[in-house]
């Protein structure tokens, strides 16, 4: 079965500079979720889209945006990256109520 | 707001040992309840889900009934395996129109010892 796909499933940043994290929601799902998960820590709730448009708001840095293309997959964007930034960024995409989780992308900013 | 308390880690058990990692949490409307697993360097798997009260979910040999009374959904499992090694995570959806969003507990590693 189709799963969720993120690209790139690594990536190596500076400081201050800018990340896009891109999320391919399984097909037919309609609810893109992004979660931010640092080291040894529980995943954290950023913000997720409803038929492309935003339907919830986490504890997202005015730094990082996202959006939901007409294609249902959805960029996080990322600028004036700081060292804590480092985490892995889940997508998630659901249908209903359970949320499929992709493998994730591992931020590092140095 | 909406939480959720996992029993701290690491759990290390035997291979055929009895598995229970406690899970309570705190909501104001009616939850759905989940628990996920994550491998090392890997993503998060729904492992089982329950959606009211009472029900039991069940996947693998792991169960876990949502309790109300006891605002509880203790993970389960008979007889553990070295490959149920992984970090255990509790979340709940929040109900009442809530879009969705999963908030997680603090995670429970579980280290299974042949």
């Known amino acids: 079965a189709a799963g969720v796909i993120q690209s790139p499933r690594h990536l190596i940043k500076e400081k201050r500079e800018t990340a896009t994290l891109k999320c391919y929601p399984i097909?037919?799902?309609?609810?893109v979720y992004w979660y931010q998960q640092g080291p040894g820590q529980d995943p954290q709730f950023l913000i997720s889209?409803?038929?492309?448009?935003?339907?919830d708001k986490g504890s997202i840095p005015d730094r990082f945006s996202a959006q939901q293309f007409s294609d249902y997959h959805s960029e996080l964007n990322m600028s004036s990256l700081e060292l804590g930034d480092s985490a892995l960024y889940f997508c998630?995409?659901?249908?209903?109520?359970?949320?499929?989780f992709g493998p994730g992308t591992r931020l590092l900013v140095l | 707001g909406d939480s959720v308390t996992q029993m701290e880690g690491p759990v290390t058990l035997s291979e055929e040992a009895f598995l229970t990692i406690n899970c309570t949490y705190t909501a104001t409307g009616y939850p759905s309840l989940f628990w996920y697993v994550q491998y090392p360097g890997e993503g998060l798997q729904l492992l089982l889900k329950?959606?009211?009260?009472?029900d039991k979910g069940s996947n693998k040999g792991f169960e876990a009934t949502y309790r109300k009374e006891t605002t509880s959904f203790h993970l389960e499992k008979g007889s553990v395996q070295v490959s149920d090694s992984a970090v255990y995570f509790c979340?709940?959806?929040?109900?009442?129109?809530?879009?969705?969003?999963?908030?997680f507990g603090q995670g429970t590693t579980l280290q299974v010892k042949p």
């Open positions: 097909p037919r799902h309609d609810t």
């Open positions: 998630a995409s659901s249908l209903r109520e359970t949320q499929y």
């Open positions: 889209f409803y038929e492309k448009m935003q339907s």
């Open positions: 329950a959606t009211k009260a009472d």
């Open positions: 979340a709940l959806s929040p109900g009442d129109g809530n879009t969705g969003k999963l908030i």
